[in-house]
């Protein structure tokens, strides 16, 4: 029957006239493209995770507000219902039910009815569309029947009649049924509710207690209250609005607020207290008119499952958002307040919204610039003039022919108006008469910002380039025009900026905050400024406490405390691309701040306090795949990081991140960031959040990056293997070339040494042939020595024979023959210089040999040296013992003592000893 009717939606269009405008919760919509599944959502929760869970279709959904996770059934069949129990998320589906768990980063289904038998007879073509808990006991409930599983065992029980839904109110079980009203389940059995015949032909889409009441939301007759036991329609205007528009679900989300989803034109967001309400619809803010579920989150907020998509509606969020859809008001460059409504100036012209309904004022078209607002009166600058509207009568009329008025000051010295516009300045001196006007002479440029601190004084921004310094007399003449900027060598001074804080005038020129010093003349660069907003794109006065700092493309509202600046950052999600740059404006109504978009604006409050930063986690996934504590991700590989908190919407708190010892707080845009050309080792990911005066840190995330390929173990081991091969065939070459060299030296040395060896021995053989040629002269000359004794003994004999022979042939007396012959014999004998002239050469052509002998044996006499001289000349002892004047006894005694002397035996060669001296 359900299906039946949703099925209608999904082929009904609408084509309405777009015409309700009004200030709305901000709504983020998700589309098939974003989350890649199908139409319908059956159901939406919030998981014990804090991820939302989505029933959609043919696809079980994830969402943990950066990633969209998608997973079908085993069986692929469409859930309609999820519910949370700890950390299983239960799915009914058809002729199916399980639960998912998260394993690994990623959901597994785990089926309780797989092989069991439970959907048969009148069960076979039932789908489960509601799983409540009750008494420790889940029950799965069909349009027909309930299964109750208790953790072991799954028990069927039929309902009397088909139901819509189950709902558990005061601890009690409500079966809405179709066409009998409502009946009460008692264990297996059930009641009906008899004094509650009005529900009876109603469907029921809704039951919850409220309050002490119980709140019955049905189809098409709209909502019942029960009080004392009797059921009365609700009192609210909204309940004859909701019979028409087809009631699909409801929810009370907190003591103030019920919002209840339609069929037909999307959802309302009741405020109990003051009984007003909102309407979202495809017109305005949704994607879809067709609302199938609700869901409310941990901030209070709302998630829809639309017919066609899933949208989150932040309805406890303190920004609010104005948007035209339709594209009739065009960019707004200013706005304010008006009774029921507001005020727009824009690029298509002026134009008011009252009682949620746009309109465009006659003859406004065109480019308008500002509004300055005194009382009910509005002075608006327009392109074609200056306008003045009244907010009483809502009469516009043109005042002025100043055209292009970008700015318009209140003098605070002269009780006048300023005006900057297309061609210079204006001075208004009454302000119920602007068509009474003066040009500022001497400055014939388009000026987009004044401002003023001294009378007689006026500072002004060029449109384009330049800061100009204006003095005029109490005739508003002006006495001299200073181009500031020119003077103090600021080449780069194209969009300067003027803020007026605290009654002092602050200079934004070229990324640098100056301020005007009027004794020296010149521009000097502020400390504190410069110290805090350097950098920053645009500033945006408020009142004299606050003002909003435009930086890296966000919004920041900064307010003072002591000499402490306290930035509250806007979260981007609220004017992301439709900021206008360089027209930025901000109204204060009451403790709102509206301020200027592309189609429309936002209205926030500043000073509102966050609800407190918790259940910050980071997940990491490298190649589709959670890292856990044994995943090693590959060096020079990138890292997806999702960081996940509880919230979803403005408590969402806008974190910062820190790699490893890095000093800089890194933005994490929407909850992920990929690393890439990560180092090797362990990687420690810090996350921080700004208080608005210093970083908090919050969670901490580590990793292990491996060693690059070339780094790695085995990488190591073949380096190792590698360099030690290397070391080792350097070893062995060194080795061989050393034992080469080796072999070569000994080569050398052996050739070396033969050479040597054939020089000694060459040598040798001289120095023994000069040896034995000395000796052979030795021998020569001692044979010489020896032929000579011989031979002058010999001749003497001769001589003494030859003197005898005479003798004896002349001489007859024997006396005188005996005594001649004696005399002859004296007479030839060796006289005593002859003999010792023979000894003298005789030592001296032995001196080495007497030397030698000298020093071996020094108990050698005289005698015994001139004895071993001629034993060296190898005489013997008969030759000897003439030489020697001694008998041959006489020789042969003294050869005896000579031996004893040298310690020879008798054995001993005395002759041989004497030659090898």
Known sequence: MKLRFFQFLFFYSFSLCVQAQELLPFVENFTKSDYNGDNQVWNVTQGGDNAMYFANNHYFLRYNGVIWEKYALPNKTVIRSIFIDDDKIYSGSYKEFGYWKRMNGKMEYFSLTRGKNIFQGGSDNEEIWKIFKYKDRLYFQTFNEVFIYDGKAIKKIEFPSQISYCYLIDNEIYVATVREGIYMMK??????????????????HHIEKYQSKVYIFTKNNGVFVVIDGNLVPWSHPLNEVIKKEVLVTAKFVDDNTLVIGSGLQGLYIINLKNGSYQNLNRQNALKNNAILSIGVDKEKDLWLGLDNGICHVEINSPVQVFSDSSGILGSVYSLSTIDNGYLFVTNHGIFTSKNKILEVLPNSQGQVWDIYKRGNEFIIGHNDGTFLYDGRTARLQKVSPINGGWKFLKGEFENVYFQGNYAGIVVYEDINDLSKYKLLAGLKKPIKNLAQNKRGELWAADNYRSLYRILYDKNFNVKKIENVSLQNGIKNDYGVKLFSYKNEILFLIDNNWYVYNSISGKLEKDKIFNASFKNTSDIIPINDENFIVLKNGLLYVVSQVKDRFIWELIPEKYYEGRIIMENIKVYQDGDHYLMNLDDGFIAFKINNKKLKIRGVYAEA???????????????????????????????????????????????????????????????ELEFYYN???????????????????????????????VISSSFFLYYRWNKIRYIEKIK?????????????????????????????KHILEIEVQNKAYEVAGKSLSIAKQSEMIDSIQEILETEKDINQIKSKIRKSIKINALNKNEWESFEHNLMQSHEEFVHKLSNKFPMLTSKDIKLCIYLKMNLSSKEIAPLMNISFRGVELHRYRLRKKLGLTSDDNLSKFMINI
Not at 190 to 195: D, I
Not at 693 to 710: E, G, I, L
Not at 765 to 771: G, I, N, W
């Open 187 to 204: 264990g297996e059995k059930f009641v009906k509710r008899k004094n509650w015949k009005i529900l009876e032909e109603n469907v029921i």
């Open 621 to 683: 996934f490298y190649q589709d795949k959670l890292i856990d504590k044994d995943t090693r991700v590959k060096y020079n590989q990138s890292v997806e990081v999702n960081v996940i908190t509880e919230y979803f919407g403005y408590n969402r708190p806008d974190l910062f991140y820190k790699l490893n010892d890095s000093n800089d707080f890194v933005p994490i845009k929407k909850g992920k960031l990929i690393l890439n050309n990560l180092s090797s080792g362990l990687q």
């Open 691 to 721: 208080d608005g005066t210093k970083y908090t840190k919050v969670a901490t995330y580590t990793f292990t990056v491996s060693k690059p390929w070339y780094f790695s173990f085995w990488m190591i081991v073949f380096y190792i293997l």
């Open 744 to 772: 070569l030296k000994e080569e050398e040395l052996k050739h070396q040494k033969e050479i040597l060896e054939l020089e000694l021995n060459a040598e040798n053989k001289l120095k023994l042939q000069e040896y034995e």
